[in-house]
């Protein structure tokens, strides 16, 4: 397992930006998929985005198509989400994830092994 710490988020009002990033620990991070859920208020926690091993592969949600974009340092150990464009339904706690998976045709919760603490977004309207 890694350990994750994510950053970045906070207060934008519509249509702001956001850019989060997930700093993980351990020489193995490179053999991780890495993804972005969030869990809004009330509500079960969902897929966002997720990166293959290098980066060479990008996942979304329809919800973020367009909007938001992943990336991943390997050399560093982070990974990214700039969300752009945002709007209030985008107000979640967002948690990075680590996994060893590949995508198929969805990610879940199950998928991962590794789990950061969250970082709260909120978009004003």
């Known amino acids: 397992q890694v350990q994750l710490v994510e950053s970045g988020g906070g207060l934008v009002q519509t249509g702001g930006s956001l850019r989060l990033s997930c700093a993980a620990s351990?020489?193995?991070?490179?053999?991780?998929?890495m993804a972005w859920f969030r869990q809004a208020p009330g509500k079960e926690r969902e897929f966002v985005s997720a990166?293959?091993?290098?980066?060479?592969?990008?996942y979304y949600a329809d919800s973020v198509k367009g909007r938001f974009t992943i990336s991943r340092d390997n050399s560093k150990t982070t990974v990214h989400l700039q969300m752009n464009s945002l709007k209030p339904e985008d107000t979640a706690v967002y948690y990075c994830?680590?996994?060893?998976?590949?995508?198929?045709?969805?990610?879940?919760?199950?998928?991962?092994?590794?789990w950061g603490q969250g970082t709260q977004v909120t978009v004003s309207s």
């Open positions: 990166i293959s091993w290098t980066g060479g592969g990008s």
């Open positions: 351990g020489r193995t991070f490179s053999t991780y998929y």
């Open positions: 994830a680590a996994g060893r998976i590949p995508y198929v045709i969805g990610y879940r919760d199950a998928d991962f092994d590794s």
